[in-house]
C-alpha cells in the first residue's frame, strides 16, 4: 500500500509542489550530490551525554537519577541492561578527548549530570565538589585541546529526589529547581563554556517518561502527564534563559538556547489538501510544540484547536493542553539565542481520525494522522531510524520560514547499527552521514543559517530502553571488557575529510575516502577481533600469574621444612 502511495507522491510532486513560499520545492533534487564547501568558520562537532557515556553513577558522592533508578528495576531496559559503568567516560577524559583530536573536531557537546553535582537536585541540600571538579576537568582538557564546549544542562537525568518528593515534571516547583541548577553551572563554568543548552529532546521527556512510560521515569498519564511536562519544561526554559540573560550575559559573553528533536513529515499524497493538513500538524505536535512557544510565545494553533476540540468532546471543561497567560507569553517568546536541532528521519503522513471513544485520547490521537514509511528507504538500526536525506533539509528550511530563520547549531544527527557481530566498516553510516551533511549544504545555500553540526555520536553508548543492543558511535566501544576500549570504525576516517575539508571538495576526491575508510577499517577489525586474546592475557597476569606464585612459594616453605625436619 504504501507503494501505491509512494508511486502518486511521486507524480504529484512534480506538478504541485511550488506553493511555499521561501523554499522551492522542485528544485530539491533528491537524486542529485551537491559538490561544495561550507562557510568558514562552520563548526564540526561530536556528542554525547552524561547518563550514557559516564558510568560512575555512584561514584565520588553522585545522587541518583530517574534512570539509574529506572534501570534498576527489572524489565524496563533491553536485558536489563545499565548505565551504571558505560563507557567509563567519567575516568577516561584524556582517552576520549584524543579521540576528538584524531577527528579535529571544532566542538564537544556532552551534558552534566544533575545528581552529580546537587545529588539531591535542590541546591540548598548540599553541592558536590567532587562532581564540579570532574566537570571542570573536562572543561579545561577541552580548552587545552581547543576544542569548544557546548554544554547541556538537562539530558533526561532528574535527580530521583526531585520525582519522589514532587512527581518531577508533573511539578511547577521543577522550575526554581532547575534554575537554580542551571545558575551554579553558570557561576562555576561560565567564564570556560560560552554555548549553553537547557534541555535535550524535551519532546522525548514529555511523551517517553510521562505519556508511554517507555523511559524514565516510567509513567503512563496518557492525554495529559505529557503536555503537563511540556509546559513545566518550556517555563524552566524560559526562566534559565532570563537568568543567564540578565545575570550573566554581560560577564561571560556567552549564548543558551534549546535542543529540539524532529523528523520531518512528509505528506503521503501532496495533492490532498487532508494529507498536507495532517503532514503539518505531525511536525507542529513535534518540532513546534516547543519551537512555537519559545520563537513566537504560545503553542502552535493547531495543537490548541485539536487538544481543545477532543478536551471538549470528552467531556472536559478545560483543554488538556495547558494554557500560559499573556505576561507568560512575553516572557517566553524570544528565549533562544540559537536554536539546536537533532534530526535523524522522515516519515510519511497521512490524515487519520481517532474518534474519542471510551478509551479516551492521547498525545497520538490528538494529532489525527497515521505515519508511514517507504519500504525500500535504508534501515540499518533502530526499528524507528530510516535514513531520508532530503527530509533534512525539508526540515532545516521549515525552521527558517516558521521561527524567523534563527541561528542554528545541528546538535544531533547519526545512524546506528544491530549487529549480532562486530562491524567496524559501517559502510551504511559512511553512507548516512554523506548524503545527510549533503542535505544540509543544500539547506544552507537555500539560506538557512546553520552554523555547526553535531555528528551523533563519539561513542556507543548506553542507548536508554534499547541498552547497548544499538550502537550509534562514531567510535566501536567493547562493552564486553571491563576496559570498555574504543576502537575506530570506518565512519571516523570519512568524517574526519569532511571536516579537513570543510564539505565535499570534489566526485573525485569524495569517493577516495570512501574506499580509504574502508581499506583502514579492516585493520581495525583485526585489532579487536585480537581482543578475546588481550582480556585472555590480562586474566592470565591478573590471575593465573598470582595465583601460581602464592602456591609455589607455599610449596617450597612447606618442602623446606620437611627437609629441615628429616635432618633434625
Ligand atoms: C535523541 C537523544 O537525545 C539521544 O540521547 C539518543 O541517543 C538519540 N536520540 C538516538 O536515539
Given at each position: 500500500?504504501?507503494?501505491?502511495?509512494?508511486?502518486?507522491?511521486?507524480?504529484?510532486?512534480?506538478?504541485?509542489?511550488?506553493?511555499?513560499?521561501?523554499?522551492?520545492?522542485?528544485?530539491?533534487?533528491?537524486?542529485?550530490?551537491?559538490?561544495?564547501?561550507?562557510?568558514?568558520?562552520?563548526?564540526?562537532?561530536?556528542?554525547?551525554?552524561?547518563?550514557?557515556?559516564?558510568?560512575?553513577?555512584?561514584?565520588?558522592?553522585?545522587?541518583?537519577?530517574?534512570?539509574?533508578?529506572?534501570?534498576?528495576?527489572?524489565?524496563?531496559?533491553?536485558?536489563?541492561?545499565?548505565?551504571?559503568?558505560?563507557?567509563?567516560?567519567?575516568?577516561?577524559?584524556?582517552?576520549?578527548?584524543?579521540?576528538?583530536?584524531?577527528?579535529?573536531?571544532?566542538?564537544?557537546?556532552?551534558?552534566?549530570?544533575?545528581?552529580?553535582?546537587?545529588?539531591?537536585?535542590?541546591?540548598?541540600?548540599?553541592?558536590?565538589?567532587?562532581?564540579?571538579?570532574?566537570?571542570?576537568?573536562?572543561?579545561?582538557?577541552?580548552?587545552?585541546?581547543?576544542?569548544?564546549?557546548?554544554?547541556?544542562?538537562?539530558?533526561?537525568?532528574?535527580?530521583?529526589?526531585?520525582?519522589?518528593?514532587?512527581?518531577?515534571?508533573?511539578?511547577?516547583?521543577?522550575?526554581?529547581?532547575?534554575?537554580?541548577?542551571?545558575?551554579?553551572?553558570?557561576?562555576?563554568?561560565?567564564?570556560?563554556?560560552?554555548?549553553?543548552?537547557?534541555?535535550?529532546?524535551?519532546?522525548?521527556?514529555?511523551?517517553?517518561?510521562?505519556?508511554?512510560?517507555?523511559?524514565?521515569?516510567?509513567?503512563?498519564?496518557?492525554?495529559?502527564?505529557?503536555?503537563?511536562?511540556?509546559?513545566?519544561?518550556?517555563?524552566?526554559?524560559?526562566?534559565?534563559?532570563?537568568?543567564?540573560?540578565?545575570?550573566?550575559?554581560?560577564?561571560?559573553?556567552?549564548?543558551?538556547?534549546?535542543?529540539?528533536?524532529?523528523?520531518?513529515?512528509?505528506?503521503?499524497?501532496?495533492?490532498?489538501?487532508?494529507?498536507?493538513?495532517?503532514?503539518?500538524?505531525?511536525?507542529?505536535?513535534?518540532?513546534?510544540?516547543?519551537?512555537?512557544?519559545?520563537?513566537?510565545?504560545?503553542?502552535?494553533?493547531?495543537?490548541?484547536?485539536?487538544?481543545?476540540?477532543?478536551?471538549?468532546?470528552?467531556?472536559?471543561?478545560?483543554?488538556?493542553?495547558?494554557?500560559?497567560?499573556s505576561q507568560e507569553k512575553s516572557y517566553i517568546k524570544g528565549t533562544c539565542d540559537f536554536l539546536g536541532i537533532?534530526?535523524?528521519?522522515?516519515?510519511?503522513?497521512?490524515?487519520?481520525?481517532?474518534?474519542?471513544?471510551?478509551?479516551?485520547?492521547?498525545?497520538?490521537?490528538?494529532?489525527?494522522?497515521?505515519?508511514?514509511?517507504?519500504?525500500?528507504?535504508?534501515?540499518?538500526?533502530?526499528?524507528?531510524?530510516?535514513?531520508?536525506?532530503?527530509?533534512?533539509?525539508?526540515?532545516?528550511?521549515?525552521?527558517?520560514?516558521?521561527?524567523?530563520?534563527?541561528?542554528?547549531?545541528?546538535?544531533?544527527?547519526?545512524?546506528?547499527?544491530?549487529?549480532?557481530?562486530?562491524?567496524?566498516?559501517?559502510?551504511?553510516?559512511?553512507?548516512?552521514?554523506?548524503?545527510?551533511?549533503?542535505?544540509?549544504?543544500?539547506?544552507?545555500?537555500?539560506?538557512?543559517?546553520?552554523?555547526?553540526?553535531?555528528?551523533?555520536?563519539?561513542?556507543?553508548?548506553?542507548?536508554?530502553?534499547?541498552?547497548?543492543?544499538?550502537?550509534?558511535?562514531?567510535?566501536?566501544?567493547?562493552?564486553?571488557?571491563?576496559?570498555?576500549?574504543?576502537?575506530?570504525k570506518a565512519s571516523v576516517q570519512y568524517y574526519k575529510r569532511i571536516i579537513s575539508s570543510n564539505g565535499f571538495?570534489?566526485?573525485?576526491?569524495?569517493?577516495?575516502?570512501?574506499?580509504?575508510?574502508?581499506?583502514?577499517?579492516?585493520?581495525?577489525?583485526?585489532?579487536?577481533?585480537?581482543?578475546?586474546?588481550?582480556?585472555?592475557?590480562?586474566?592470565?597476569?591478573?590471575?593465573?600469574?598470582?595465583?601460581?606464585?602464592?602456591?609455589?612459594?607455599?610449596?617450597?616453605?612447606?618442602?623446606?621444612?620437611?627437609?629441615?625436619?628429616?635432618?633434625?
Amino acid at each position: 500500500m504504501v507503494f501505491v502511495f509512494r508511486v502518486c507522491h511521486v507524480l504529484v510532486l512534480v506538478l504541485c509542489l511550488s506553493a511555499a513560499e521561501d523554499f522551492d520545492w522542485t528544485k530539491n533534487d533528491r537524486g542529485s550530490f551537491y559538490y561544495g564547501t561550507f562557510p568558514a568558520g562552520f563548526s564540526w562537532g561530536a556528542g554525547s551525554s552524561a547518563y550514557q557515556t559516564e558510568g560512575a553513577w555512584d561514584k565520588d558522592g553522585k545522587g541518583l537519577s530517574i534512570w539509574d533508578v529506572f534501570t534498576h528495576k527489572k524489565g524496563k531496559v533491553q536485558r536489563n541492561e545499565t548505565g551504571d559503568s558505560s563507557c567509563e567516560g567519567y575516568y577516561k577524559i584524556k582517552d576520549d578527548i584524543s579521540l576528538m583530536k584524531e577527528l579535529k573536531l571544532n566542538h564537544y557537546r556532552f551534558s552534566i549530570s544533575w545528581p552529580r553535582i546537587i545529588p539531591t537536585g535542590i541546591k540548598s541540600d548540599h553541592v558536590n565538589e567532587k562532581g564540579i571538579q570532574y566537570y571542570d576537568n573536562l572543561i579545561d582538557h577541552l580548552l587545552e585541546s581547543k576544542i569548544t564546549p557546548i554544554v547541556t544542562l538537562y539530558h533526561w537525568d532528574l535527580p530521583q529526589v526531585l520525582q519522589e518528593k514532587y512527581g518531577g515534571w508533573q511539578n511547577i516547583s521543577m522550575v526554581n529547581h532547575f534554575n537554580d541548577f542551571a545558575n551554579l553551572c553558570f557561576e562555576r563554568f561560565g567564564n570556560r563554556v560560552k554555548y549553553w543548552i537547557t534541555f535535550n529532546n524535551p519532546w522525548s521527556v514529555a511523551v517517553e517518561g510521562y505519556e508511554t512510560g517507555e523511559h524514565a521515569p516510567g509513567l503512563k498519564l496518557r492525554g495529559t502527564g505529557a503536555y503537563r511536562a511540556a509546559h513545566h519544561m518550556i517555563k524552566a526554559h524560559a526562566k534559565v534563559w532570563h537568568t543567564y540573560d540578565t545575570q550573566w550575559r554581560a560577564k561571560q559573553k556567552g549564548l543558551i538556547g534549546i535542543s529540539l528533536s524532529g523528523d520531518w513529515g512528509e505528506p503521503v499524497d501532496i495533492g490532498n489538501q487532508k494529507d498536507i493538513e495532517a503532514a503539518e500538524r505531525y511536525v507542529q505536535f513535534y518540532l513546534g510544540w516547543f519551537a512555537t512557544p519559545v520563537f513566537h510565545g504560545d503553542y502552535p494553533q493547531v495543537m490548541k484547536d485539536f487538544i481543545g476540540r477532543k478536551s471538549g468532546q470528552q467531556g472536559l471543561g478545560t483543554s488538556r493542553l495547558p494554557t500560559f497567560s499573556s505576561q507568560e507569553k512575553s516572557y517566553i517568546k524570544g528565549t533562544c539565542d540559537f536554536l539546536g536541532i537533532g534530526h535523524f528521519t522522515t516519515r510519511y503522513i497521512t490524515q487519520k481520525n481517532y474518534p474519542v471513544g471510551r478509551s479516551g485520547s492521547s498525545y497520538f490521537t490528538d494529532r489525527d494522522l497515521a505515519e508511514l514509511v517507504d519500504p525500500r528507504w535504508p534501515d540499518p538500526g533502530s526499528e524507528w531510524l530510516y535514513s531520508v536525506p532530503w527530509g533534512f533539509r525539508r526540515l532545516l528550511n521549515f525552521v527558517k520560514t516558521q521561527y524567523g530563520n534563527p541561528m542554528i547549531y545541528v546538535t544531533e544527527n547519526g545512524v546506528s547499527e544491530k549487529m549480532l557481530c562486530t562491524e567496524l566498516c559501517d559502510d551504511w553510516r559512511i553512507q548516512y552521514y554523506k548524503d545527510y551533511i549533503n542535505e544540509m549544504l543544500k539547506a544552507i545555500k537555500d539560506g538557512v543559517n546553520v552554523r555547526g553540526y553535531t555528528a551523533w555520536s563519539l561513542l556507543d553508548k548506553f542507548e536508554w530502553d534499547e541498552g547497548y543492543s544499538e550502537r550509534f558511535g562514531l567510535y566501536y566501544v567493547d562493552f564486553r571488557n571491563k576496559n570498555k576500549p574504543r576502537y575506530p570504525k570506518a565512519s571516523v576516517q570519512y568524517y574526519k575529510r569532511i571536516i579537513s575539508s570543510n564539505g565535499f571538495p570534489n566526485q573525485r576526491e569524495v569517493e577516495n575516502w570512501r574506499k580509504k575508510a574502508i581499506e583502514t577499517c579492516s585493520s581495525s577489525n583485526q585489532l579487536l577481533a585480537a581482543d578475546p586474546l588481550t582480556s585472555h592475557m590480562e586474566m592470565v597476569t591478573e590471575i593465573v600469574v598470582p595465583t601460581v606464585c602464592t602456591l609455589s612459594i607455599l610449596l617450597s616453605a612447606i618442602f623446606l621444612m620437611f627437609l629441615l625436619r628429616r635432618r633434625n
